[in-house]
């Protein structure tokens, strides 16, 4: 066997054939190399010569035919007109010396003149191939008229071209040889002085190389202009000296590798042997000779035949031979019989060794001491058979399955609960149990296929059938069986039926789905611990507890304003029947730990057989708040009274004293000063009177009739009470249309809503700001309506106040015309305000538009429909239609809101023009960055995606300078960009904005020069 002896015959041996390719030819190594690479230098500057010679010698074929070329337009431009005046006077003798002359050019071969009817001159042999040849009229002007008098042929021969090329090929080629011919030979002594002699040293190296002595480094002895450089040959010898320090650890790694194994084998715990491909052992380790009690002389050969108890010795040889036929591992238990008589039990294994080949040489195995698992089987046995008489006496059905769920074994209750017999039950699945196959296959994938899950041994219920197809609850308890190796073997289940608690249970969930129907809190806690024993959903929900955790506490628990003995004297008239309910208002804490008020109606009552109270719980919240809104409402209606009053009585002073002021300035002549002084005072208190008026106004509450007002003149009136009202860090600013429509409505209403919205845009400014004022007539035309509804078409009255405060968000949008909301600090404001508004719009038949972004302001328009009263009818006459300006230049519009954009486009559309549609800035710049022809760029101011109408115009200008501007925006016409971008405003266009207004805008914007 390999292990016991020693390396060499094994590691070192050769392969077949290692010898003759070690003996090579020396010869041929040292010019194998060297004439390929001659051969590839050859070859390549072969190549590259050819290719050199042929691109040299294409050139030098154009000059020539090009000095050819040249020489024939010579003939032309300079011979022609000669030889055509010397035919014309018929001088043969000059036209030849002429022609002589132009046969001295090179490569001219063949020249003629003649005419119509006969040749005058001809010189030279004419041919037809490799030749240029051209034919050139002789013309002869003679008193103002030309005429062709004969015909000039000039043929120019390629074959001095040809013979040129010829000897450049020749000269050129014989060099480069030569040349190429010393490349070669230089390139062969430096590859031989630089390389083949120190390979051939490498491979004289190598093949001296003794595995026994690695001692010698392999140093080709090269000094020179490298040392210092390691080069490629550097690095082979590097990589061979290293080499023969790795093989000289491995070898002495596998010696220590071999020294271990022998250790191992004479202390291990298991017997060590190997045979010949007989079957005679050739080695065996002392563990093994223990086990047979032999010694090692004995055990060699046969001694494992001898030691083999004679009762197993057939059956052993038997499947020995079975194996080595088959050439599969053996395996077998037997038992080994000592001589001085014990008998052991072994495992034993074996394995074939086979060489290099793949023919078996031997085998190896072990043998392995089983006696104490034998006993530990009969033991097992012993236990089974206790186990199988205790399985059958547990009072609770079990079944025991194997890994695919097949019934193995089950206890005698199985057969009680489930109504079937032993030999209908083994050998089926438990799907036969199931009353729902998709129990079955839910149970199978959560407790049959995982293997670790925390599921294992946790209880859990399961809906089975009787025989009969009856269906009943079980409560299931099931773990995985493992052997030994902590393999899955099976699964052990034990069932309990639990039919009657689950009916309990749906009692109790019918009464739970009742009480989860409730709006209210409910909950049912016991009479002597006070612990809940149910709440509905709606109780959990608001305190945000589980049904288990609040199952844990008491009302107590919930009630910080109560303490055990307070609470249970609450209950005592209840429990004592003085009361059937008891009512109390109090504080609920939920988890989080936020309180809020309930209030609590409790009564005696009983919960299955446990005398219980039932507590309904009403959270009041909302009831509060209302409560708490209303009083602040009477308490600003109340100083509005007494405003009201202390006004009423101030007034019948200032009437007393404005009454003797009068009579005062009776008394004093006109240019005394004491009358100067009267009259200052009755100024001063026909100021006061004034006041007074506006206070008592502002102090009415109930509604009157509508009356048709000038809101312009109102505003004008409420200069002063606006002033007051706001921090003198506001400046106001009023723009008030000259020819403003009248308006039908409540005088003192608008008035309160005018201050309302003033006081609301002071508070949204605490650093201060500008509020501006503003109004116009507006018709709102179905387009508008349509994204408004509740509107008429119509002429309508705007009031706009703007301001540039902190602005509001899209949730406070939805909410800001609801009564009592409001986003002002506790004690700062009622909610009414805006509330109160809406209700006068309404009222008046109008609407109310806000329009706000958070860091920019806010924007309210007032609507009010135009007055049909006499005063208006003379406006109306005086009114007439205009006709709407048109075009046809091309329009970029650009508005994130749909509808907007829609209407804009339909407006556009409708008067002329073409239209291209964007709904962001970048959509924008990408349609300019194109070919269309844009006139005009049409944008909202504020827009999603980072950049505003005022950047994106900056841009589009930017690309285009040409380019006209118009921006709309729902702010007051008034604000100026922030940014330096004002020049962009000068025409901004107000939302809502009319079609008449859209068209005169469009058309006045595309009028207008551009400036610089």
Not at 369 to 386: G, M, N, P
Not at 431 to 449: C, N, P, S, T, V
Not at 618 to 646: F, H, N, P, V, Y
Request: aromatic content about 8%; charged content about 25%; glycine content about 6%.
């Amino acid at each position: 066997m390999a292990v016991m002896g020693g390396p060499s015959s094994k590691y070192w041996r050769r392969l077949p054939g290692n010898d003759a390719m070690l003996n090579f030819n020396r010869e041929t190594v040292k010019s194998g190399i060297a004439r390929r690479l001659i051969i590839y230098v050859v070859l390549f500057s072969s190549f590259i010569t050819l290719l050199t010679t042929a691109i040299q010698l294409y050139r030098d074929y154009n000059n020539d035919v090009n000095l050819i070329e040249d020489q024939l337009q010579q003939v032309q431009d300079v011979h022609l007109k000669t030889l055509t005046a010397t035919l014309w006077a018929s001088d043969t003798k000059e036209l030849r010396t002429h022609l002589k002359g132009i046969s001295s050019l090179r490569d001219m071969q063949f020249l003629e003149i003649r005419d119509q009817e006969k040749v005058w001159v001809s010189l030279g042999t004419r041919q037809t191939r490799n030749v240029m040849s051209h034919r050139y009229p002789m013309i002869y002007t003679h008193r103002g008229r030309d005429t062709k008098i004969g015909t000039l042929t000039v043929v120019a021969s390629l074959e001095g071209v040809y013979q040129r090329l010829v000897d450049r090929v020749w000269v050129i080629l014989v060099s480069n040889a030569i040349k190429i011919f010393l490349v070669a030979g230089f390139i062969l002594f430096i590859f031989h002085t630089l390389i083949t002699r120190h390979l051939i040293r490498i491979a004289d190296f190598t093949q001296a190389l003794d595995i026994r002595h690695l001692d010698r480094s392999l140093d080709l002895g090269r000094k020179g202009n490298h040392e210092g450089k390691a080069d490629e040959l550097d690095l082979m010898v590097n990589a061979i000296n290293q080499m023969q320090v790795n093989i000289k650890e491995s070898f002495a790694a596998l010696e220590q590798n071999e020294k271990h194994f022998q250790a191992l084998a004479k202390v291990a715990p298991v017997g060590i042997f190997s045979t010949d491909t007989q079957g005679n052992c050739i080695y065996t380790n002392e563990r093994w000779r223990e086990l047979a009690g032999m010694s090692e002389a004995e055990a060699i050969g046969e001694g494992w035949a001898r030691a083999l108890h004679p009762e197993d010795r057939e059956r052993v040889f038997a499947e020995w031979q079975q194996s080595v036929e088959n050439k599969i591992p053996f395996q077998c238990e037997c038992r080994f019989q000592r001589p001085d008589g014990k008998i052991t039990w072994l495992l034993t294994l074996a394995e074939a060794e086979l060489d290099t080949g793949g023919q078996v040489v031997g085998y190896i195995g072990t043998i392995t001491d089983i006696t104490e698992r034998r006993r530990a089987e009969q033991v097992l046995a012993r236990s089974k058979a206790e186990f199988e008489a205790m399985f059958n006496a547990i009072s609770d059905a079990v079944i025991f399955v194997d890994t695919e769920r097949r019934i193995v074994m089950c206890n005698p209750a199985v057969h009680e609960m489930f109504d079937y017999s032993d030999q209908e039950l083994i050998g089926r699945t438990t799907e036969i149990l199931y009353a729902d196959q998709k129990d079955f296959l839910e149970q199978g994938r959560r407790r049959y296929r995982v293997e670790h899950t925390s599921q294992q041994g946790a209880p859990y219920e399961v809906r089975y059938k009787h025989k009969d197809g009856t269906v009943f609850w079980t409560e299931t308890i099931g773990t995985q069986v493992k052997d030994a190796n902590g393999k899955t073997i099976g699964f052990l289940a034990l069932f309990r039926d639990i039919s009657e608690r689950k009916r309990a249970e749906e009692r109790e969930m019918s009464l739970g789905q009742i009480l989860d129907g409730s709006l209210n809190e409910i909950y049912i806690f016991n009479a002597d611990t006070l612990r809940f024993i149910q709440v509905n959903r709606g109780a959990m929900e608001n305190l945000g507890y589980s049904i288990e955790e609040l199952k844990k506490l008491t009302p107590i628990d919930l009630k910080p304003d109560f303490t055990h003995t307070s609470f249970v004297k609450l209950l005592t008239p209840l429990r004592n029947g003085d009361k059937e309910i008891v009512q109390f208002n109090a504080i609920h804490q939920r988890k989080d730990g936020s309180l809020y008020p309930v209030e609590v109606r409790v009564q005696l009552s009983t919960f299955e057989s446990v005398p219980t109270f039932v507590a309904i719980i009403l959270d009041i919240t909302e009831r509060k708040q209302t409560e708490e809104a209303l009083r602040r409402s009477q308490k600003m209606e109340a100083i509005g009274q007494l405003s009201g009053g202390i006004a009423h009585d101030f007034n019948n002073q200032l009437g007393v004293i404005i009454g003797y002021l009068d009579f005062l300035s009776d008394h004093f002549p006109e240019d005394e000063k004491p009358r100067q002084w009267v009259e200052t005072a009755t100024k001063a208190t026909l100021r006061c009177m004034d006041l007074t008026r506006q206070l008592l106004t502002f102090s009415r509450r109930q509604a009157k009739e509508k009356n048709v007002v000038a809101i312009n003149t109102t505003i004008k009136e409420l200069e002063t009470m606006i002033a007051r009202s706001i921090t003198p860090a506001v400046e106001v600013q009023t723009f008030l249309a000259d020819d403003l429509w009248p308006t039908e409505i409540d005088p003192g209403e608008f008035q309160d809503a005018i201050l309302n919205l003033v006081i609301n845009a002071r508070d949204a400014m605490p650093d201060g700001g500008t509020l501006l004022i503003e109004t116009t007539n507006k018709r709102l035309d179905a387009g508008y309506v349509a994204l408004n509804p509740g509107l008429e078409p119509g002429d309508y009255v705007q009031l706009m106040l703007s301001d540039t405060g902190t602005g509001m968000t899209e949730e406070v949008l939805e909410h800001v015309f609801e009564p009592f909301f409001s986003t002002k600090p506790e004690g700062k404001g009622t909610g009414l305000g805006m509330a109160m508004v809406y209700a006068f719009a309404s009222r008046s038949g109008g609407h109310v538009k806000v329009y706000s972004e958070l860091g920019v302001g806010t924007t309210i328009r007032l609507y009010l429909p135009r007055s049909t009263a006499s005063e208006a009818s003379t406006i109306i006459e005086n009114t007439h239609a205009v006709k709407l300006p048109i075009g046809k230049e091309s329009i970029l519009v650009v508005d994130d809101e749909t509808d907007l954009l829609e209407l804009a486009t339909q407006y556009l559309s409708g008067l002329g023009y073409r239209t291209h549609l964007a709904k962001t800035a970048a959509q924008a710049l990408a349609i300019l960055e194109g070919d269309e022809q844009i006139d005009l760029l049409f944008s909202d101011v504020v827009m999603p995606g980072g950049m505003n109408g005022y950047e994106l115009a900056q841009q589009a200008t930017m690309h285009r300078p040409g380019l006209k501007v118009l921006l709309t925006s729902g702010f007051t016409s008034k604000t100026m960009a922030n940014n330096g971008l004002a020049r962009f405003s000068a025409h901004l266009l107000n939302k809502p904005y009319r079609k008449d207004a859209l068209a005169q805008r469009i058309r006045l914007v595309l009028d207008e020069e551009i400036t610089t």
